[in-house]
């Protein structure tokens, strides 16, 4: 446990990825394999629920510390993390206990499932009683079923890869799924990659550049092929040896999350490799992305959940065919056997052909990128008709052409700290617009601003807080911010009764708060422009 808590606590002193992985690798080298079954379980973000209600621990913590419920209050909105403010507020301890981290959790935490009130008690005062400051903190997080860290599964899958000398996709497949943290299970996943799993492995994706100037600059039109940006989930799909996956961007294998997709790819040929987006589709018809986020993340979705919020994988490269390599190809050639390809699937399936724009101007397609919207994309890609699929970014290849963000203006209406580097200062803030008199919230954002910034407005939150709640702080509406987002949607969980797509601060505005913009603006953003 304690080398356990000091890797998270190398982990949480620095945001460089290099670090992050340096102090991972030294953590396997030097601890057994059943501690780190269980470490990687809780790195790439699996977590215990069920064991404690946090209300509880914080009640034991004041007792155990001998101070006031206000006092605890008031740290907690200091500090900003509950399992942070319980392991500083507690009296020192020898901090002595070198129990390994999967005894701490098989022989102590698991059995408190099932355990009375006065035994979880008696536990967790043991706990904090024999662990240091940095042991208390994991503890408290793993109780409580909020372990997070600021270290990606990707990170650690590289970290695993670099440790073990395979593929990360290897070791990304062997995590997928439901993963048993035992000493058995972490040998095996560094086990030398067997033949049925070289079938699985994806290529690297080819990634593309933002396009910030004019797109004459590319040169004639007729040298492009045009597509629309579309909002989904990146993916490859592969079928080989009667088998099929499905692999986010991110290094996901997703195939169980959308079984319709899987079920379609059943029906393509041996040795196909499709590159494309995944997205909410029913009957053919592109689907915003808020209705794919109810998919995302569920690992074996019911019937019901896929029946209501179907998906669909839209392709727009065929990397191998017949087993045949094809990322050497120029891209137009790669594009009319895809055709081919896809001239065979059924229509309104699960499988779709992305579409190629028809432009005989960069005009044109400037009036196709206006329109982006209307058809659920977030705007145009272009991609060069030579290019081969390379691994990564590769400048002049393949440009993303977005449509600009829509942008409002909103007053600052609450604020609670950060965590991490930020914990202590307000940085994380809800903006509301006007309705018949009244501020409503509409988004909530809290990149954007420089550090100069933030101590600004930290001080202004300081000197015009209205009222508290717990860390939340409602503060006199004089603020005024330029918010950014991407999209927008109907919502009947939020206040304003829409919800707002990657939200983010551009600039503080001078002018009064009386002058920024009101409900009716924002919903003038629907497509549907009506009311909620």
């Known amino acids: ?114 355990a009375t009130e006065e035994v979880k008690h008696r536990a967790v005062l043991q706990a904090w009683g024999t662990l240091d400051e940095a042991g208390r903190f994991v503890f408290n997080k793993v109780i409580t079923g909020t372990f997070r860290l600021g270290v990606s599964t990707m990170t650690l899958i590289r970290t695993l890869a670099e440790s073990s000398g395979n593929d990360a996709t290897v070791i990304a497949g062997r995590l997928a799924g439901s993963w048993v943290p035992t000493a058995d299970s972490y040998k095996n996943l560094l086990a030398p990659p067997r033949d049925s799993e070289d079938s699985g492995r994806p290529f690297p994706f080819f990634l593309a550049y933002p396009l910030e100037g004019d797109p004459e600059s590319l040169g004639p039109v007729s040298a492009w092929q045009a597509e629309w940006q579309w909002d989904g989930v990146r993916a490859q799909l592969l079928r080989r040896d009667g088998k099929t996956f499905l692999w986010s961007r991110g290094g996901e294998l997703i195939t169980g999350t959308f079984p319709e997709i899987g079920d379609a790819a059943g029906r393509l040929p041996e040795g196909t490799v499709l590159d494309g987006e995944i997205l909410s589709c029913r009957k053919g018809s592109i689907l915003p992305f808020s209705n794919l986020q109810r998919r995302i993340g569920r690992k074996r979705p ?108 909103a007053v600052l209406i609450y604020a609670e700290p950060g965590h991490g580097k930020r914990a202590g200062l307000f940085t994380d803030y809800t903006f509301g617009v006007w309705h018949e008199g009244t501020l409503v919230p509409v988004a909530k954002a809290y990149s954007g601003l420089t550090d100069a910034e933030i101590l600004k407005v930290d001080s202004f939150i300081r000197r015009h807080t209205l009222e508290k709640f717990g860390p939340v702080r409602s503060v006199t509406p004089a603020l005024v911010f330029e918010i950014a987002f991407e999209g927008i949607q109907r919502s009947s969980r939020h206040k304003s009764g829409v919800s707002v797509r990657f939200p983010r601060i551009l600039r503080i505005r001078e002018k009064r708060p009386e002058e920024a913009d009101t409900l009716e603006a924002v919903l003038s953003f629907l497509p549907d422009k009506t009311k909620v």
């Open 1 to 114: 446990m304690k080398l356990f808590s000091n890797l998270c606590e190398e982990l949480d002193r620095t945001t460089k990825t290099t670090e992050k992985v340096a102090a991972l690798r030294r953590y396997f080298e030097r601890t057994t394999p059943a501690d780190a079954a269980w470490a990687v379980y809780f790195l790439s973000g699996q977590k215990i629920k069920g064991l404690m209600r946090p209300r509880k621990l914080c009640t034991w913590a004041c007792e155990a510390a001998g101070i006031p419920e206000w006092l605890f209050n008031e740290s907690y909105e200091a500090v900003g993390d509950l399992a942070e403010t319980i392991a500083l507020i507690l009296p020192p301890s020898a901090g002595k206990d070198n129990t390994p981290l999967h005894a701490w959790v098989e022989e102590r935490l698991l059995p408190l499932r099932k």
């Open 302 to 409: 019911g019937e019901k959940i896929v029946a209501e919020f179907p998906a669909a994988f839209m392709a727009f490269d065929l990397l191998e065919d017949d087993g045949k390599d094809l990322r050497g190809e120029p891209l137009s050639e790669r594009r009319r056997k895809l055709e081919v390809r896809a001239a065979l699937w059924p229509r309104g399936g699960a499988l779709l052909l992305s579409p190629v724009l028809e432009a005989r101007s960069w005009g044109d397609l400037t009036g196709a990128r206006g329109k982006s919207r209307d058809r659920n994309a977030e705007g145009l890609m272009l991609k060069g008709l030579g290019s081969p699929y390379r691994a990564g970014r590769h400048c002049g290849d393949w440009w993303k052409w977005k449509v600009n963000p829509f942008t409002l203006d």
